[in-house]
């Protein structure tokens, strides 16, 4: 398991900064199964979507620091 792997999985069950795709998005909940991340965003994107699966390997996180 990659080292980006790893870091994404310990934040199972929390919230993250992500990209979708040019903007930054509070994800309420980040729940990792195999190689697919459930996204569930704070605020729903176009159409009312409020969940996004991302494959691990196209995952965008932000971060401050």
């Known amino acids: 398991m990659s080292t980006f ?6 934040l199972d069950d929390k919230s ?3 990209m979708v795709g040019d903007t930054l998005v509070l994800a309420t909940n980040l729940n990792v199964v195999d190689d697919m991340v459930e996204v569930t ?7 009312g979507i409020n ?3 991302v494959h ?3 995952l965008v ?5």
């Open 41 to 47: 965003l704070s605020t729903p994107i176009s159409g």
């Open 16 to 18: 993250a900064y992500v």
């Open 51 to 53: 969940k996004i699966f």
């Open 61 to 65: 996180l932000a971060s401050k620091s």
């Open 56 to 58: 691990i390997d196209n």
């Open 5 to 10: 792997r790893n870091a994404v999985s310990t």
